[in-house]
């Protein structure tokens, strides 16, 4: 089955995208499901979740954190304890993997190879310790970054995701992650990623056509 583990809509508060729309797409697409990660919230998310019960698609919610070392993609957290730190600044990468570890949530780095000013991993991801996987294939990247990702992922023999970190409808699903161990929740996720039971790539069902 393949989700888009990265997904926005304008509760990040930085793009105008509505659930619904994300969701239909998403369905038109043929994706088994997709992972909203909205920016430092976990709790921003939940009305969309209520909008995709209705629409019959199954979604999951996860937090995209802006660390000092990079963008970091968190799942399993259930509420938004998990941030001691406040909001619009860049958190301690070390310290938030420890809390999220602690929650029995797992860390992604989220693009680890796109430059985005002085807080971006690049070739740092490889010292990083407490990552359970590398999103390999984002959809906003460029093919050379996600190669470089997809490499530094075997290198550290972690398991790849993709994802599309869509802001508008054409983008969703650009890329997605190929489970292949039913995923029904956010325990089955989180189990599937553990065990290596999943691929990020570039999902084969993707148009840019509405």
Same mark, same amino acid.
Request: proline letters at 5%; aromatic letters at 8%.
């Given at each position: ?5 990265? /997904? ?21 697409? !043929? ?7 909205? *920016?430092?919230?976990? =709790?921003?998310?939940?009305?969309? #979740?209520?909008?995709?019960?209705? #629409? !019959?698609?199954?979604l999951?919610?996860?937090? =995209?954190?802006?660390? $000092?070392?990079? @963008?970091?993609?968190?799942? +399993?957290? =259930?509420?938004? &304890? ?5 909001? $619009? @600044?860049?958190?301690?990468?070390? =310290? ?8 029995? &949530?797992?860390?992604?780095?989220? *693009? ?20 359970? &996987?590398? #999103?390999? *294939?984002? +959809? ?10 997809? @490499?530094?992922?075997k @290198? ?6 993709? !994802?599309?970190?869509? *802001?508008?409808?054409? &983008?969703?699903?650009? /890329? ?25 790539g570039?999902?084969? !069902? ?5």
């Open positions: 089955m393949w989700i888009d583990t990265h /997904c926005h809509t304008k509760y990040s508060y930085d793009n105008w995208l509505e659930p619904v729309a994300l969701i239909r797409r998403a369905k038109a697409l !043929g994706l088994d499901g997709i992972v909203i990660t909205e *920016h430092y919230s976990y =709790e921003a998310s939940a009305p969309v #979740e209520a909008i995709a019960q209705g #629409e !019959g698609l199954l999951l919610r996860g937090v =995209e954190i802006a660390t $000092d070392r990079g @963008h970091l993609l968190a799942y +399993g957290v =259930e509420d938004d &304890a998990w941030n001691i730190w406040g909001r $619009d @600044h860049w958190l301690p990468m070390e =310290e938030v993997i420890e809390r999220l570890q602690k929650l029995g &949530a797992i860390c992604v780095p989220a *693009h680890p190879f796109r430059e985005v000013g002085v807080c971006c991993l690049l070739e740092r991801l490889l010292d990083v310790v407490g990552l359970d &996987a590398v #999103e390999t *294939h984002n +959809g906003n990247n460029q093919d050379t970054d996600n190669d470089l990702a997809i @490499h530094a992922a @290198h550290m023999v972690l398991p790849g995701l993709g !994802g599309s970190d869509c *802001h508008k409808v054409p &983008a969703v699903g650009r /890329c997605a992650t190929e489970f292949f161990q039913p995923v029904s929740n956010m325990a089955d996720f989180i189990g599937a990623v553990r065990a290596g039971n999943c691929l990020g570039y999902y084969p !069902g993707y148009s840019m056509e509405p």
